[in-house]
């Protein structure tokens, strides 16, 4: 892990390796960051790598593809404070929206994505709520994933309905 990216001394990691489909990456993302979260609950520290990180020793299996890695280690730092976009200009958040969405927005900007790019939308209507995807930038699939796993943590799965 430590030639290309920002890693030091890092030499564990999950590999998620799934069968070759259109919507791995955001399976990928959405059950990996349930993953980050024990491991950070657990501790440990972790940080997703799509790119910055040496060959992996994971088996591949015939019709498979490595998506994307996450190290795993006891941090120098437990993380730093990063700028963050606002409620405001990734979603359709008003001041008498409901709290549970509200805690979801929240989550979700806590959530990690890519180059910490945070270009994604979520919208309200009753109580469905759509996420779109960012249109360009690096992993916005696995973003997508991610995002969802922090929106349902923080606004309860029982308050609302994913749209579609
Ligand atoms: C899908 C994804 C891919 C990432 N790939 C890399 C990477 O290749 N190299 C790296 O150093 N960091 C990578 N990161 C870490 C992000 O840059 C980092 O999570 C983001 O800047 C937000 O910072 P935070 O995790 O401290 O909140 C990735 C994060 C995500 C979610």
Redesign the pocket.
């Given at each position: 892990m430590a030639r290309y990216?920002?890693?030091e001394g890092c030499s564990n990691y999950i590999a998620l390796i799934g069968t070759k489909s259109k919507d791995l990456d955001e399976r990928v993302?959405y059950y990996g960051e349930h993953l980050v979260l024990k491991a950070q609950e657990l501790g440990l520290n972790t940080?997703?790598?799509?790119?910055?990180?040496g060959k992996s020793q994971a088996v591949i299996n015939k019709g498979e593809t490595e998506a994307?890695l996450i190290a795993l280690g006891y941090g120098k730092t437990k993380?730093?404070p990063?700028r963050s976009k606002k409620a405001e200009e990734v979603s359709n958040i008003q001041d008498d929206s409901p709290e549970w969405f509200k805690k979801g927005v929240e989550a979700a900007l806590l959530a990690?994505?890519?180059?910490?790019q945070q270009k994604f939308f979520i919208e309200l209507g009753g109580n469905k709520v759509k996420i779109k995807k960012g249109l360009v930038g690096?992993?916005l699939n696995?973003?997508l994933g991610?995002i969802k796993c922090h929106f349902e943590l923080g606004a309860g799965k029982e308050n609302f309905e994913w749209a579609e």
């Amino acid at each position: 892990m430590a030639r290309y990216g920002k890693f030091e001394g890092c030499s564990n990691y999950i590999a998620l390796i799934g069968t070759k489909s259109k919507d791995l990456d955001e399976r990928v993302g959405y059950y990996g960051e349930h993953l980050v979260l024990k491991a950070q609950e657990l501790g440990l520290n972790t940080c997703w790598v799509a790119l910055t990180h040496g060959k992996s020793q994971a088996v591949i299996n015939k019709g498979e593809t490595e998506a994307i890695l996450i190290a795993l280690g006891y941090g120098k730092t437990k993380g730093n404070p990063r700028r963050s976009k606002k409620a405001e200009e990734v979603s359709n958040i008003q001041d008498d929206s409901p709290e549970w969405f509200k805690k979801g927005v929240e989550a979700a900007l806590l959530a990690p994505t890519a180059i910490n790019q945070q270009k994604f939308f979520i919208e309200l209507g009753g109580n469905k709520v759509k996420i779109k995807k960012g249109l360009v930038g690096p992993e916005l699939n696995v973003d997508l994933g991610i995002i969802k796993c922090h929106f349902e943590l923080g606004a309860g799965k029982e308050n609302f309905e994913w749209a579609e």
